[in-house]
T-cell receptor, first 110, second 112 residues
Framework: ETGVTQSPTHLIKTRGQQVTLRCSSQ?????VSWYQQALGQGPQFIFQ???????GRGNFPPRFSGLQFPNYSSELNVNALELDDSALYLC?????????FGPGTRLTVL | GQQVMQIPQYQHVQEGEDFTTYCNSS?????IQWYKQRPGGHPVFLIQ?????EVKKQKRLTFQFGEAKKNSSLHITATQTTDVGTYFC????????????FGTGTRLKVLA
């Protein structure tokens, strides 16, 4: 296993609501990235945090935001949920250029 | 923006046959990574290639990085049923971050 955990495993929300997804990475992994993976597609880069600062962002609107904490945990927050936000959300911690993915959170927006 | 395409999208092979997936980037990459994702699972890192023309082997898997650092391939010799899954390449840009653009993936099915 990668040592990266995510919670919750599954989540159902309704359109317009807000959601917080959590990720806990391995000690010493200073970089964490978040990805959105729609069914049958490759992971799409949302953003990356390095030492608690945003260090790069993909083509996602500002309602996708994040935080990284000193204890190597991080959060992905999504406001004003839309139906198209339904996807598997993956976090990945990085050490020596190798990304270790967590099991993901399956978000369903109704 | 940068795009990474993979072909084929799907591949069904008989156990024992070889398999190759190709990855092409619209821009020059600083490096490329390959991942395997089993059905219902998460991507698992396989390898990273950095140098132009680099070739790396892992048992039955051979990875190549093109001379222009815009394309890559993964070749599996004598596939086994355990090779089933989706193979993604992920291109690293030159922005200085660990931002990776994942390819569209190739889903491999191996028939016993």
């Amino acid at each position: 296993e990668t040592g990266v955990t995510q919670s919750p495993t599954h989540l159902i929300k309704t359109r317009g609501q807000q959601v917080t997804l959590r990720c806990s990475s391995q000690s010493g992994h200073n970089t964490v990235s978040w990805y959105q993976q729609a069914l049958g597609q490759g992971p799409q880069f949302i953003f990356q945090y390095y030492r608690e600062e945003e260090n790069g962002r993909g083509n996602f609107p500002p309602r996708f935001s994040g935080l990284q904490f000193p204890n190597y945990s991080s959060e992905l927050n999504v406001n004003a949920l839309e139906l198209d936000d339904s996807a598997l959300y993956l976090c990945a911690s990085t050490r020596y250029n190798e990304q270790f993915f967590g099991p993901g959170t399956r978000l369903t927006v109704l | 923006g940068q795009q990474v395409m993979q072909i084929p999208q799907y591949q069904h092979v008989q156990e024992g046959e070889d398999f190759t997936t190709y990855c092409n980037s619209s821009t020059t990459l600083s490096n490329i990574q390959w991942y395997k994702q089993r059905p219902g699972g998460h991507p698992v890192f396989l390898i990273q290639l950095v140098k132009s023309g680099e070739v790396k082997k892992q048992k039955r898997l051979t990875f190549q990085f093109g001379e222009a650092k815009k394309n890559s391939s993964l070749h599996i010799t004598a596939t086994q049923t355990t090779d089933v899954g989706t193979y993604f390449c992920a291109g690293g840009g030159t922005s200085g971050t660990y931002k990776y653009i994942f390819g569209t993936g190739t889903r491999l099915k191996v028939l016993a």
